[in-house]
């Protein structure tokens, strides 16, 4: 081995399979099926190829300004190959995100609704807890149809989008956080309205993410909604709480 490389961490292929081999034994250990946490450790490697990806651009824009130092000749040359890196390392990226949310069970039918995986669920669990907490506090009016709900939000998205969603959520929040906080202040806990069937949602950690459905894809949510047999009023109070403040 090269002296110079000594003193850099390396992992090579084997080393990061026993690797993973040892978390799943270990999440098995736990309770975890063995498919959903295949599922998590993919789309974590996946995410570890997008922002490398997203690094390497970065550092792309950057070094362009310190090539052209050195020449045209040179800085496109260094451009080009570094950019054709960036191509390759955002294929590799997309592919293994593909794996990760195609890893269950064969494709569904067409036109058959994709089923929402455990994974998914509790995903999608993790990501709207904390932006309801940022708003407002824990109510007892919260529905006991939390799965429902999120299994409703989760089939207006193939599995692609639903390993996304968790930064989908977070940017309507960021976007939206003058108006969620009216929202909550106006009917969530401690509010004058706040014993009302009507805004049960609003009680909720799955209101932030019916909201952002009800922006992005109303059909689609109405449609599975009705499907899931949820009651209509608390899809309209939300949606009436909401417009009112708009």
Do not use: C
Request: glycine share 10%; no cysteine; net charge negative.
């Amino acid at each position: 081995m090269d002296t110079a490389d000594e003193g850099r961490p390396r992992l090579d292929e084997a080393s990061v399979l026993n690797a993973k081999r040892t978390l799943l034994q270990l999440l098995a250990r736990a309770g975890v099926y063995t498919g959903d946490a295949e599922e998590l450790i993919g789309l974590v490697e996946a995410g570890a190829l997008a922002l490398a990806h997203t690094e390497v651009l970065a550092h792309l824009e950057a070094g362009r300004t310190a090539s052209e130092d050195r020449g045209e000749e040179y800085a496109a040359g260094w451009s080009g190959g570094a950019r054709s890196v960036s191509e390759v390392l955002g294929g590799i990226a997309e592919q293994a995100l593909l794996r990760a949310v195609t890893a269950g069970p064969g494709e569904d039918p067409a036109g058959a609704r994709s089923p929402v995986r455990r994974a998914e669920m509790e995903r999608a669990k993790v990501a709207v807890t904390p932006l309801y907490l940022s708003f407002s506090e824990v109510s007892e009016l919260d529905p006991e149809v939390t799965e429902q709900v999120l299994g409703a939000v989760l089939r207006t998205m193939d599995p692609r989008r639903r390993a996304g969603y968790p930064g989908v959520l977070g940017e309507f929040a960021s976007a939206h956080r003058a108006r969620l906080e009216r929202l909550y202040a106006r009917y969530g806990p401690g509010a004058p309205i706040a014993v009302h069937g009507r805004y049960s949602l609003i009680h909720s950690p799955t209101g932030v993410a019916v909201l952002e459905r009800l922006a992005a894809a109303p059909s689609a949510l109405r449609e599975e909604w009705d499907a899931a047999e949820l009651p209509p009023v608390w899809l309209d109070g939300l949606r009436s709480a909401w417009e009112a403040l708009g």
